[in-house]
Nanobody, 128 residues
Framework: QVQLVESGGGLVQAGGSLRLSCAASGRTFSNYVMGWFRQGPGKEREFVAA????????HYADSVKGRFTISRDNAKNTLYLQMNSLKPEDTADYYCAADSGGIFTVMRCQRPEKYNYWGQGNQVTVSS
């Protein structure tokens, strides 16, 4: 199995930027499709972004497209989420997740039940 630890969250003003990191340990990081999800206050967990094992393809939720960038460094066993032009509605706990299935499709990568491993969550608060 793989262990995931997020970092980089915090408080930022609207229009600002943050970069989240997700450090993986355990099994080979490059074997996993990786995703970011978030859960805002009183809301269900929602898909944010996902990336293939090699990093060559990505997919984003419409709400973050053009503002967020997902990337990975397999040599460092780390997943990233660069968040720019942040809005108050981006306030949430952000989770990284790993899918051992190896298959990347637009439909599959958005489904939280397809991910086997999850980080503990990292809070992001955007003030207006």
């Amino acid at each position: 199995q793989v262990q995931l630890v997020e970092s980089g969250g915090g408080l930022v003003q609207a229009g600002g930027s943050l970069r989240l990191s997700c450090a993986a340990s355990g099994r080979t990081f490059s074997n996993y499709v990786m995703g970011w999800f978030r859960q805002g206050p009183g809301k269900e967990r929602e898909f944010v972004a996902a990336i293939t094992r090699g990093g060559g393809s990505t997919h984003y939720a419409d709400s973050v497209k053009g503002r967020f960038t997902i990337s990975r460094d397999n040599a460092k066993n780390t997943l990233y989420l660069q968040m720019n032009s942040l809005k108050p509605e981006d306030t949430a706990d952000y989770y990284c997740a790993a899918d051992s299935g190896g298959i990347f499709t637009v439909m599959r990568c958005q489904r939280p039940e397809k991910y086997n491993y999850w980080g503990q969550g990292n809070q992001v608060t955007v003030s207006s």
